[in-house]
Structure formats: C-alpha cells, structure tokens
C-alpha cells in the first residue's frame, strides 16, 4: 500500500509543479494581451481552469498524500522533513500569490508586468529542487 500512496503523491506533485510552472507563463502572455480582448478572455478561461482543475486539487493530494507517508514512514522527528515542511509552505505561499493574480487578471486588474511573472515562475523551480533534494538525499 506504501508504494501505492507513494507513487500516487509522486503524480500529485507533478501536477501540481506543471500547474504552479505554467500559470506564470500565462500570466507572461495575458500580459500582452489587450484587456477585454478575445485572446485576454481566452487567457482568463486558461488560468481559472488551469488553476480550479487541476493545481488546487494536486496540492490537496500531495498534501494529503504525503502527511500519510511521513506518518506511515514514521519521518515526523526526522530534521530534513522539518525543512521539507517549511519549503511546502513557501510554495503554498506561491500558490496564493498565482491564485490572487488569477482573480486580478479576472478582473482586468494588472499591477505587475511581464518581466515580474518571468521572475516569478523561477520561484515553484527552485523550491522544487530544495524539497526533492530534502526528500531523495535526506541531509538532515
């Protein structure tokens, strides 16, 4: 059953990291596009759904997910999970911040510009390499 959940929190992570690489990139491109234009409603209908169907719901499941395997693994005394913990935590944070833009693009609301959602996007990328280092190698 371990091997299952692990396998099944693997794939939650994975879409959750595709969705939290690809909203920024959206975000990049709505930029450019006029408000109100066909292609800017386009982008509003791309980033609700992106974010609805499938980012909330794997970070709901990696979440879920490996809680269980941390309880299963007995790794909640173990420090690189500790770490791991405070990392997921940032990411979430990410995960409010690309929410929040997502309504302010629904909004036609623009504050940043494209140069800020490039820099942006790196943020998920380097996070994920820390919690897969954490997780793999366990330093700790």
């Known amino acids: 059953m371990y091997q299952w959940l692990l396998a ?5 992570v994975i879409a959750w990291m595709a969705g939290m690489l690809y909203l ?3 975000f990049v491109y709505h930029c450019e596009a006029d408000p109100g234009s066909r292609q800017s409603e386009t982008f509003k209908v791309m980033e609700r759904r992106l974010l609805r169907a499938i980012i909330n719901p794997a970070m ?3 979440w879920v997910l490996g809680l269980w395997l941390a309880w299963k693994g007995q790794w909640f005394a173990a420090p690189w999970l500790h770490v791991k913990l405070a990392l ?3 990411m979430m944070g990410v995960h ?3 929410s929040k833009y997502v309504r302010e693009f629904a909004a036609d609301r ?3 510009s494209a140069k800020f959602f490039r820099i ?5 990328t380097v996070l994920l390499i ?3 280092i954490l997780a793999v190698v366990k330093p700790l």
Not at 120 to 124: D, I, M, R, Y
Request: zero cysteines; hydrophobic letters at 55%.
């Open 8 to 12: 099944f929190h693997i794939i939650a």
């Open 24 to 26: 920024p990139r959206l």
């Open 60 to 62: 709901i499941a990696t």
């Open 88 to 90: 997921l935590l940032g």
């Open 96 to 98: 409010g911040i690309l």
């Open 110 to 112: 623009r504050k940043k």
């Open 120 to 124: 942006l996007n790196e943020v998920p």
């Open 130 to 132: 820390l919690i897969v």
